[in-house]
């Protein structure tokens, strides 16, 4: 495996930041309540629907939500005021808490009922987490963010850790009316500490994006990043697997063990308790091995606890195999949340966020759904042997699909200032067409054509259309790059949106041009020969476009 020495800041680091403290803290709390209320939802389907799959289906409605609305949520984050944006989610999810404790209390709630209320709370998750985990970004500066994500890892599976016991043991005295109430109350903190926080916010110099153009280029941006394509198939290949143990873990308590609620609850404390050991360590870790090393070791290790805590008929033993799932769960999922975050520039990586969330719970809550399935015709044990085989599948497909590192990133983004031009634009003005000219002498052809596949990449990736590359058939040292833009002020957004890594394909392009000056640069309008004005006119500067050149300093 291959080491990585890079230096780190402590593991506490990002605890001297207040904001990032405070939030943390409120977070702790409302995460305490979160698990309480998934306890007194399980076990309450339990009692009320005897079926495995109705059981799975509580994991299951809580993360559906994400994988349907994280998309639209992450546009919202990259475009709106995050910390708005949280706090509507957190009160959403209060008054959701609040009416499903009212209905228990009175006896209402039927299996159907109940996940159409934890659904409504996965909601308010699926919206709240995008902004969230990108505003993690705005609290502590970029050296401290992968400890920032490890913490908040902690701060979960603390939670996890001893909620799930205090849920069953509040289940087990006064009813899952009360842990339902009890996850109310917990959001009141975290509402308070957003309430009072006021985020500095750079100037927008640019008009928002509508949400559907927005969503198309947070596609874009991923589809078109290989590293982050590769943390999605391995992170929905991972929460496919993984969720079988989650999902299962109240009918290991009834079915294997022959407990009660208490039960359950200490089992999810194990898991959450071996959660709370992977963070402490996972920046430890980090600093040995590589992404891919991590990732593939946490996944080997989830499916041989699983297959433990499948044929395990001891509380003990179960609570071991558990506490190295737990484990292997922090790991593989911080590494993944760390991997995205370092991948993608600001501007995008809420974007980015969200389709690793929509892959990660899309494939927790079709798992668990099917883990459930799987159970009920075939047991528990023979669910968890199939989702263990499915994770040392994710293992060998890591051989394909690697994990990228992202130390050597630079996603700062470049300064570009808008050139002047001769002919009167506007913002909505378009379509543009943008050439860049370039002398190559014979010898550098191929570097240069293998420099232009990444330059290629990089214009798609940050919404140029139609990008092509010619040559010159009576002047073979002259090659033009050409793309489209469908107005200027998407030509001046693709331009803001390289960064200094970025930079490191135009300097080597720079340095493969061998003439007398730097790449001439022809920015164009497109313009119809239907659209001149009637005989006798002359045309106004707003009617007609004509090319505009300079040297190439930011195309």
Not at 140 to 145: E, F, G, M, T
Not at 284 to 303: G, H, K, P, W
Request: glycine share 10%; hydrophobic share 50%; proline share 6%.
């Amino acid at each position: 495996m291959a080491t990585i020495n890079e230096p780190r800041p402590g593991a506490l680091a990002p605890f001297r930041h207040p904001v990032f403290r405070a939030v943390w803290i409120a977070s702790l709390v409302s995460n305490f309540g979160g698990l309480i209320q998934s306890v007194g939802a399980s076990w309450m389907m339990t009692s009320i629907a005897g079926s495995a799959d109705m059981v799975a289906l509580v994991q299951a409605s809580t993360t559906l939500p994400i994988m349907l609305f994280s998309l639209v949520a992450g546009a919202m984050a990259d475009n709106l005021d995050r910390r708005q944006i949280m706090l509507v989610s957190q009160c959403f999810m209060l008054l959701v808490s609040l009416a499903l404790a009212g209905v228990a209390w009175a006896g209402w709630v039927s299996p159907w009922l109940l996940l159409a209320f934890t659904f409504l709370i996965g909601c308010g998750s699926a919206f709240n987490g995008p902004a969230w985990q990108a505003s993690v970004g705005d609290m502590v500066p970029r050296a401290d963010l992968p400890g920032a994500v490890a913490l908040n890892s902690m701060a979960f599976n603390i939670a996890r850790s001893l909620g799930p016991a205090i849920g069953g043991a509040i289940v087990a005295a006064a009813g899952a009316a009360t842990a339902f109430a009890a996850n109310a109350v917990s959001y009141l903190g975290l509402i308070l500490v957003l309430a009072r926080w006021r985020p500095e916010r750079p100037a927008r110099l640019l008009p928002r994006e509508s949400l559907g153009v927005a969503m198309a280029a947070g596609v874009r941006y991923a589809a078109m990043s290989p590293g982050i394509r590769a943390v999605l198939a391995r992170s929905a290949i991972f929460g496919l697997g993984a969720s079988a143990v989650p999902a299962l873990m109240p009918l290991m308590a009834r079915d294997l063990i022959a407990g009660g609620a208490l039960t359950y609850g200490l089992l999810l404390g194990a898991f959450g308790l071996g959660a709370v050991a992977g963070a402490f360590v996972s920046g430890r870790v980090r600093s040995r091995f590589t992404n891919e090393a991590i990732a593939r070791l946490a996944a080997l290790l989830f499916a041989l606890a699983g297959m433990a805590a499948g044929f395990s008929h001891s509380a003990p033993l179960t609570m071991t195999a558990l506490l190295v799932a737990g484990a292997s769960w922090v790991l593989a999922l911080s590494t993944f949340n760390l991997t995205v975050q370092l991948s993608a520039p600001r501007w995008v990586v809420g974007r980015a966020l969200s389709l690793y969330q929509m892959a990660a719970f899309g494939g927790m809550a079709l798992g668990s759904w099917s883990w459930g399935e799987t159970a009920d015709q075939w047991g528990i044990a023979a669910a968890l042997a199939a989702a263990a085989m499915l994770q040392l599948a994710g293992v060998i497909a890591g051989f394909w699909i690697s994990l990228p590192q992202t130390g050597g990133l630079n996603l700062d983004l470049r300064d570009w200032r808008e050139p002047e031009t001769a002919v009167q634009i506007e913002p909505r003005s378009g379509p543009v067409v943008v050439t860049i000219e370039y002398r190559i002498a014979q010898a550098d052809i191929v570097e240069f054509l293998t420099a232009m596949a990444e330059r290629r990449r990089i214009r798609r990736r940050d919404g140029a259309r139609h990008w092509t590359l010619l040559r010159d058939l009576g002047d073979p040292e002259l090659w033009v790059e050409r793309y489209h833009t469908p107005t200027w002020l998407d030509y001046v957004r693709h331009n803001q949106r390289r960064t200094q890594t970025d930079a490191i394909n135009s300097e080597r392009l720079l340095a493969l041009h061998i003439g007398p000056a730097k790449p001439v640069v022809h920015r164009m309008i497109e313009r119809q020969t239907g659209s001149l004005p009637p005989m006798g006119r002359t045309p106004g500067p707003r009617e007609i476009g004509e090319p505009l050149t300079d040297p190439a300093r930011g195309a």
